[in-house]
């Protein structure tokens, strides 16, 4: 079998609700979104979602031709193919893209689920709720976490970092709405990188004061990781943090300085091998890992597999509007069927008709950085976010 | 596809060349071993042939982990097995068993896709740079000469490695015999030596250095006990030369002091210790750390499947490029110094049954386990 071609489709969608952290907590709910086609001379097509940019046009020239079973081969190559500037950047979104999309295809030509293809026992991930809350008012941030209560998610990450009060209450108000989960949910922070280390340790103790936090995820620069050890050394929770890095190679300082305590990985970690290689490395080290949100919860098929994986962030704000899925959430997991591949289908009119009539929203991407990060704190405008409200 | 029971039976066999290093000069036969025989309800038949005889671990396990278990799962199952071994850890007689299995799972999820184990894994076909090994501590400086040399002419390595220990004068001489037949197939020919575990890391420090005033190794294999980090690092410290470590470790979580110590410069995996599962993890965090990855030897050098999905596959071990004993044959290829594996669906190994039952006689077949 060879690949034989591609196809990528960018488009934007509206979610359903706006999603906001320390960085942007009034919100955007205009999403950037992109599908890659990976064609076969078998007739067969592999799916990636998001983030294949202009870049795969460069790559495609060093899997052309190859039989797509051979992926981690592919990735290989493809890694050693941009060594000179680096697997980052519009490189690093490519490589992850088309490495995706390969293993779509390696799962589909053996007729099973990603998760089988892996080596999984079972397609089953424990999930926790993630609002990607700052832009909520306290009512919406209760009635979000306990809708995913009601499927029996018992765990909770709160967005924050601009106003402690603020927080405080909110973190009250997820763990109420998480109680008819469990007596004890558990409870998690996430700053996106808005503090300083130090300012960090004073802001977790102050919660800790109050409430026994399983993690505190990015409470410094994603390369910082003096900073990070700092923070894991003084504050009781674990950091979490490596969303934002590329690949194994930058998990390295990270992991050989102990400042990391949870590795957050997604899709654009280098793919679905690169995923692997780094929670194999956590794994040597006893670290567990976690893997974000993104449509559909796709990515579950990856984490079913990992030998180290704890919960994987569910924010479901709606992305999925042309998207044919069949996973639910059940009991707090993340239940994949048997679908081969990702389980991931593409409705190709609604897909056109986005791209034909693209949704007005409010959308900033590449997400920015706030003002007064790592140096002092700009708390929230009045009527900046709903629950600060306006003179 | 299920899982139905296991198959095993305990094997002997003379070969020319025995496995002896400087732990016992007397030697341990490789060739006294155990094949292992996975069924399914769908005739598929994962084979694994295990180094050490361990029949009632082999059984046990399968009996109450794997039966009824779809193969497919392999990596699922590796850790539902490690798991199970929580409390004493995957060692010894359990470790050997969990590796062998793990192995069996892997064909078996390979011939259920009808395709080379490689490319299961997910590799392309792979070419591991192979070096030539295991030759006999006690050889003679004749034998050991026209070994090397048939070996170098017919497969073409540009690498050998020497058990070295007992007489630093005889270690020495000998590996200049071995550079003068890699001499053939390059002018830089790659030298390592393996201690097994023999010496103080202050004995080999000065074992090595005295070495390395004559010749240049590429790496020294065990120079201290393998849990000895410290010892490790030091020796790394004081010699040219990289430390390589690795084969008799255990479990993936067993390489973490080497690893944040920096006690190795060359990872050395073994399916036979932490099964394929692990030996990939293991390989993972190593392209991580940015250290080269050597892959022990392997039963029908079935290793060479491994080396195309690691990313930093230096080289392999090889002991019979033409397997010895008859017992078993394998599909992979030692051509101008590199391992190929061939299009033989699963890692290759298939079992010559007659061979089997005639290697298997009197005591041997005392420990059969149907």
């Not at chain 1, 593409?346 to 693209?358: R, T």
């Not at chain 2, 202050?202 to 294999?221: G, M, S, Y």
């Not at chain 2, 008799?248 to 390489?255: E, I, N, V, Y």
Request: charged share 20%; proline share 5%.
């Amino acid at each position: 079998m060879k690949i034989t071609g591609y196809r990528s489709e960018l488009y934007l969608m509206k979610a359903n609700r706006a999603v906001g952290d320390a960085n942007l907590p009034d919100g955007v709910d205009l999403l950037p979104g992109s599908i890659l086609y990976i064609e076969t001379d078998a007739n067969i097509t592999g799916i990636s979602l998001g983030f294949g940019g202009g870049s795969v046009k460069t790559l495609f020239q060093a899997i052309e031709g190859a039989d797509p079973r051979e992926v981690v081969g592919l990735w290989i190559k493809m890694n050693d193919w941009v060594h000179k500037a680096g697997n980052e950047g519009e490189a690093n979104a490519a490589l992850s893209a088309i490495d995706i999309a390969l293993w779509d295809l390696k799962a589909k030509i053996a007729g099973e689920p990603l998760w089988k293809t892996l080596g999984a026992r079972a397609g089953r991930v424990k999930a926790y709720a993630s609002g990607l809350d700052y832009c909520l008012s306290d009512e919406e941030l209760f009635a979000f976490y306990r809708r995913m209560a009601e499927l029996g998610v018992d765990s909770g990450k709160l967005k924050v970092g601009l106003d402690l009060q603020a927080d405080l209450r909110r973190l009250a108000i997820m763990r109420e709405a998480l109680s008819v989960a469990s007596a004890r949910p558990q409870l998690m922070i996430d700053s996106n990188e808005y503090w300083s280390p130090k300012q960090a340790v004073r802001y977790i103790r102050q919660i800790e004061e109050k409430f026994d936090l399983v993690w505190v995820e990015e409470p410094a620069r994603r390369w910082d990781y003096d900073g990070l050890r700092l923070v894991s050394q003084q504050v009781a929770a674990a950091v979490a943090t490596a969303e934002n890095i590329n690949s194994v190679a930058d998990v390295y300082p990270l992991i050989a300085n102990q400042a990391v305590d949870v590795l957050n990985v997604s899709a654009l970690h280098s793919g679905v091998t690169g995923c692997r290689q780094i929670a194999n490395m956590a794994n040597t080290y006893g670290l567990p890992v976690s893997m974000m949100n993104c449509q559909a919860n796709f990515m579950a098929q990856v984490a079913a597999a990992l030998p180290n994986h704890n919960m994987m962030e569910v924010v479901d704000p709606g992305r999925e509007h042309c998207l044919k899925f069949s996973s639910r959430i059940e009991d707090g997991y993340i239940v994949l069927g048997d679908a081969p591949g990702f389980g991931i289908e593409v409705d190709e009119a609604i897909l056109a008709a986005l791209q034909k009539n693209p949704p007005v929203g409010k959308g900033r991407f590449p997400f920015p950085r706030r003002d007064g990060a790592a140096r002092y704190i700009v708390p929230p405008a009045p009527g900046e976010v709903p629950w600060r409200r306006g003179p | 596809m299920r899982i139905t029971g296991v198959k095993t039976t305990l094997f002997r066999t003379t070969s020319e060349q025995r496995d002896r290093n400087a732990q016992g000069s007397a030697g341990t036969s490789p060739s006294h071993g155990c094949v292992i025989e996975l069924g399914t309800d769908e005739g598929f038949v994962g084979v694994a042939i295990c180094s050490v005889a361990v029949p009632a671990q082999l059984k046990q396990i399968t009996d109450e982990l794997l039966t009824g278990e779809d193969p497919r799962c392999v990596t699922g199952l590796w850790q539902r097995m490690v798991n199970a071994s929580y409390r004493g850890g995957p060692r010894g007689f359990v470790k050997a068993a969990i590796a062998a299995l793990d192995v069996a799972l892997w064909d078996l999820k390979a011939k259920a896709n009808q395709e080379p184990l490689w490319k299961t894994l997910g590799g392309a076909r792979p070419k591991v740079n192979a070096y030539a090994s295991g030759l006999d501590i006690q050889a003679t400086d004749a034998a050991l000469h026209d070994a090397m040399s048939a070996m170098a002419k017919k497969f073409g390595f540009r690498g050998g490695k020497l058990k070295v220990g007992l007489d630093p004068d005889a270690d020495l001489r000998r590996l200049g015999i071995i550079r003068q037949a890699l001499l053939a197939n390059t002018a830089e020919p790659e030298l390592m030596i393996d201690a097994g575990q023999y010496d103080s890391p202050k004995q080999a420090i000065r074992r090595v250095r005295e070495i390395e005033k004559h010749v240049d190794l590429t790496w020294v294999e065990e120079p201290a006990r393998r849990w000895d980090f410290l010892g490790l690092k030091r020796v790394s410290n004081s010699i040219r030369s990289a430390v390589c470590a690795g084969e008799s470790l255990d479990a993936p979580g067993d390489f973490l002091p080497h690893f944040q110590c920096h006690a190795l410069d060359v990872v050395q995996v073994d399916a036979a210790s932490v099964g394929i599962t692990g030996a990939l993890q293991i390989a993972d965090t190593a392209f991580g750390f940015e250290l080269p990855v050597t892959l022990s030897r392997s039963p029908g050098n079935m290793h060479a499947h491994l080396g195309a999905v690691m990313p930093y596959c230096m080289s392999m071990a090889v002991v019979d490029p033409v397997l010895l004993g008859g017992v078993f044959t394998g599909d992979v290829r030692i051509e101008g110094g590199w391992a190929v594996a061939g299009d033989r669906p699963g890692n290759g190994l298939v079992i010559d049954q007659q061979a089997l039952a005639k290697a298997s006689g009197t005591d041997a077949a005392a420990g059969r386990v149907a």
